[in-house]
């Protein structure tokens, strides 16, 4: 790892601070607006929806939405522009999809999972990716199942431990390969350390790995191209970065991997303008901005003539300790470039501007 030196290092400036009265887990950017969302678990148990509005150096409330269930995640990439449709995931296991104009009925439910959702994804909604509008949902019931919100109460995809296997919480889902109507792949990370490649459109496992840790995110740099890259974090303070362009027929995606601290890695987010690009948000409440550097060639031969990857390198851009608490939420403003809202364990959320991202 090589870290960047001189003045042309991005800074990252807290730019607003805002106190919670409960437990923040998610954090969001409503797309193609100056709006935020925070979802959390309220000290009575019940769930919360509020949505700020950024006005210079302060966030103003606009709306608080109270649900029965405490909210684990939430996504808008299964929705159009137009609509802006939120799919969130609880602590019961239901996933529901609300129109943020009038909340008080979800436009979709079904009830997901035997037990809470740890973590969502959407794909092909903003324009983003190919195919139908799906939402893919991870539980610890062990299970990963995908959705067509256009269609009633039954999975498209449900992968599931086969008979005889231990079931594994699953942590971490994320969406990939969505470059056209047939493609799409979902990543799925749990808390053995394992990482699960599902083929949507074979409907089968293409590749897993152990990275000795449980897996808190995982990402891919962009979900509607060809499968590039991979990011994983772990609960050691690790991150692994797999190169997605070569698949070994033994030894799979060649990867680099890098501890960035001794506590958690809870999330990895890409910079929407540049995929190779990403933060890391850590348990001792700071933030790691990383960049990949692609090796001179991606792949060679090896000595039995199959294609193998090679993979890069990564320097540290710039490191932030905004928090005494972890950091568990993440997202990046997909029409500013820079802007990047957290939300922390301290229950404060933060709207940072990552500065000089033009230079590197």
Known sequence: ?????????????????????????????????????????????????????????????????????????????????????????????????????????????????????????????????????????????????????????????????????????????????????????????????????????????????????GVCSVEFDRKDINMNKLVATSLEGKFHVFDMRTQHPTKGFASVSEKAQKSTIWQVRHLPQNRDIFMTSGGSGSLHLWKYQYPAQRSKKDSEGSEMGVAGSLSLLQNVTLSTQPISSLDWSPDKKGLCVCGAFDQTVRVLIVTKLNKI
């Open 1 to 213: 790892m090589s870290a960047a030196v001189g003045a042309e290092r991005p800074q990252v400036v807290s730019h607003v601070q805002q106190a919670l009265s409960y437990t923040v887990f998610d954090c969001k950017w409503v797309p193609r607006s100056a709006r935020l969302l925070c979802l959390g678990s309220a000290a009575r148990g019940t769930g919360i929806v509020q949505l700020y509005e950024l006005h210079g150096a302060r966030l103003e409330l606009l709306r608080e939405i109270e649900k029965p269930k405490p909210i684990k995640c939430g996504t808008f990439g299964a929705t159009s522009l137009q609509q802006r449709y939120l799919a969130t995931g609880d602590f019961d296991g239901n996933l529901n999809i609300w129109n943020l104009e009038a909340p008080e009925i979800p436009v979709y439910s079904v009830k997901g999972h035997k037990e809470i959702i740890n973590s969502i994804d959407g794909v092909g909604g903003l324009g983003i990716g190919e195919g139908a509008p799906e939402i893919v949902t991870g539980s610890r019931d062990g299970t990963v199942k995908v959705w067509d919100p256009r269609q009633n109460d039954t999975p498209v995809a449900n992968m599931e431990p086969v008979q005889g296997e231990s079931k594994r919480d699953c942590w971490t889902v994320a969406f990939g390969n969505a470059y056209n109507q047939e493609e799409r792949v979902v990543c799925a990370g749990y808390d053995n350390g394992d990482i699960k490649l599902f083929d949507l459109k074979n409907m089968s496992l293409r590749w897993e790995t152990n990275i000795k840790n």
